[in-house]
């Protein structure tokens, strides 16, 4: 046992379960047409990775990341209208507790030099976004009305940037003293925010409402991966965790929302989209765990 967090003989045999899972998944299952069978064995992997959490102790706002990532998995396994913004929105939910995860771990921390590394990375990812949004929304629909469309966009992305912030807050909110609570106007430019981005969102609905929700998403995301750039040196397989997901999930917008069926890309995406995912996953938890135990 070291520290808060004890890692013995059951946290390593989830573990395997969770490595088998998703070998089985995307050696076998992956171009398979969606069953239950399939999505369960999707499930498994961040399922059973969650059970080895909760067995070593480990930081309970990893735990809950890593749950709301299976649930993702699985509603995500079923290419369903209705069960994809379910999925959105769990790993949603997962991105805002990375945000806070890492941000309490740079907050804690006094590892934070070199800093030119870490504003090179911060400038890499937001280039890498802007690139991907460029080329993502170049459509006929998006081209007849250039201005609305990318204040739409522009709105719904700060509104995913801004998230963390709201959450933190409110939670600050909830669990402060009344004395030292703030003035609940204090909130009131992020919920006018929240208010426009519906606004907008729903006057350029024409673009596609799955597009433009998951552009709150890309923001969230995309916050999560600037914010892994501060955690202490000793988490970098954290940061490296972070960019993997922000390309797994760009990759998966690609395949959903701009491949034609028919595209010869398709062949290679979800591969891409499934093993940069596991990593992402992997690393995330492994630079984590390697902070909590340094501290």
């Given at each position: 046992m070291v520290g808060a967090i004890s890692i013995g003989p059951v946290f390593w045999a989830l573990a395997a379960l969770s490595s088998l899972a998703a070998l089985a998944y995307?050696?076998?299952?992956?171009g398979r047409p969606p069953t239950f069978v399939r999505a369960l064995v999707k499930t498994l992997f961040m399922g059973a990775t969650a059970a080895a959490l909760i067995t070593a102790h480990a930081p309970?706002?990893?735990?809950?990341?890593?749950?709301?990532?299976?649930l993702g998995d699985f509603f995500l396994a079923f290419k369903s209208k209705?069960?994809?913004p379910l999925g959105i929105f769990a790993f949603l939910l997962a991105q805002l507790v990375y945000v806070v995860i890492f941000g309490a771990m740079w907050f804690f921390?006094?590892?934070?030099?070199p800093l030119w590394p870490r504003y090179a990375a911060m400038v890499a990812i937001g280039v890498l976004l802007v690139s991907f949004l460029v080329w993502f929304w170049r459509t006929d629909e998006f081209k007849r009305a250039p201005i609305g469309s990318t204040l739409s966009v522009v709105t719904l992305l700060a509104l995913g940037v801004s998230l963390p912030?709201?959450?933190v807050s409110l939670l600050m909110y909830v669990n402060g003293d009344t004395a030292s609570r703030p003035s609940l106007t204090a909130f009131a430019p992020l919920f006018a925010l929240l208010f426009a981005a519906i606004l907008l969102a729903t006057w350029?609905?024409?673009?596609?409402?799955?597009?433009?929700v998951a552009m709150i998403y890309a923001g969230a995301?995309?916050?999560?991966?600037?914010?892994?750039?501060?955690?202490?040196?000793i988490g970098w397989p954290a940061m490296l965790g972070a960019v993997s997901f922000l390309v797994s999930d760009l990759v998966l917008a690609s395949e959903m929302f701009r491949l034609p069926a028919d595209a010869p890309a398709r062949r290679w995406t979800?591969?891409?989209v499934w093993w940069t995912y596991v990593a992402a996953q992997l690393l995330i938890i492994t630079g984590i765990i390697l902070v909590a135990l340094a501290r």
């Open positions: 995307g050696l076998y299952f992956l309970f706002p990893l735990t809950v990341a890593i749950i709301c990532s299976a209705w069960t994809l921390s006094g590892d934070n030099k912030v709201l959450v350029r609905r024409k673009l596609g409402a799955i597009q433009l995301i995309t916050t999560m991966a600037i914010a892994a750039m501060w955690l202490p040196w979800a591969p891409v």
